[in-house]
C-alpha cells in the first residue's frame, strides 16, 4: 500500500491570465501567457521549476545508490516547450539540462539517466511528452 507522503495544494482563479497561491500561503503568484509582457510568470516555467528541483533531488538519490555525493554547484536547467501540434491542440515537450561539475561524462550522463526514472516528474511524463536529457 501507498502512503501519501505531501500534498501541494492550490487555489488557481483566471487561468493563465489570473493568479495561484498556495493553501499555506508560500507561494502566491499572477499568471500571465507566455510571451506576454503581462506581470506574473506562467504554467510552463512553474513546471520547469517544479522539475528541475525535482531531478535534481533524483540525481542526489541516483549518486548515493553508488556511495557518491553531488557536487554542491550542480545544477539542472530545465526546459519546457507549449508546442501547438497538427490537431490545432497543445503539447509539452522538454530538455532536462544537468551540470555536474567535476564529475566525468559517462558517469554524468548515467546519473541522470538514473534520476530519470527515479524522479516522479519524469515518472509522470514519461510516454507522454518527448523528453531530451543532457548532462554536462
Same mark, same amino acid.
Given at each position: 500500500?501507498?502512503?501519501?507522503?505531501?500534498?501541494? @495544494? @492550490?487555489? @488557481?482563479?483566471?487561468?493563465?491570465?489570473?493568479?495561484?497561491? @498556495?493553501?499555506?500561503?508560500?507561494?502566491?503568484?499572477?499568471?500571465?501567457?507566455?510571451?506576454?509582457? #503581462?506581470? $506574473?510568470?506562467?504554467?510552463?516555467?512553474?513546471? *520547469?521549476?517544479?522539475?528541475?528541483?525535482?531531478?535534481?533531488?533524483?540525481?542526489?538519490?541516483?549518486?548515493?545508490?553508488?556511495?557518491?555525493?553531488?557536487?554542491?554547484? #550542480? #545544477?539542472?536547467?530545465?526546459?519546457?516547450?507549449?508546442?501547438?501540434?497538427?490537431?490545432?491542440?497543445?503539447?509539452?515537450? *522538454?530538455?532536462?539540462? #544537468?551540470?555536474?561539475?567535476?564529475?566525468? *561524462?559517462?558517469?554524468?550522463?548515467?546519473?541522470?539517466?538514473?534520476?530519470?526514472?527515479?524522479?516522479?516528474?519524469?515518472?509522470?511524463?514519461? $510516454?507522454?511528452?518527448?523528453?531530451?536529457?543532457?548532462?554536462?
Amino acid at each position: 500500500m501507498s502512503k501519501v507522503i505531501y500534498t501541494g @495544494t @492550490t487555489h @488557481t482563479t483566471g487561468g493563465r491570465d489570473g493568479a495561484s497561491r @498556495t493553501s499555506d500561503g508560500r507561494l502566491d503568484v499572477k499568471l500571465s501567457p507566455p510571451g506576454s509582457s #503581462a506581470p $506574473g510568470t506562467n504554467p510552463e516555467q512553474l513546471f *520547469a521549476a517544479a522539475w528541475s528541483a525535482c531531478f535534481l533531488g533524483a540525481i542526489g538519490r541516483a549518486a548515493a545508490e553508488r556511495q557518491l555525493r553531488v557536487p554542491a554547484d #550542480a #545544477a539542472v536547467n530545465a526546459e519546457i516547450d507549449l508546442v501547438s501540434n497538427d490537431d490545432g491542440g497543445y503539447v509539452l515537450q *522538454a530538455r532536462l539540462n #544537468a551540470k555536474l561539475p567535476g564529475i566525468e *561524462a559517462d558517469l554524468a550522463k548515467s546519473l541522470v539517466e538514473r534520476a530519470h526514472q527515479l524522479c516522479p516528474y519524469s515518472k509522470a511524463t514519461r $510516454g507522454n511528452i518527448a523528453v531530451e536529457l543532457n548532462a554536462a
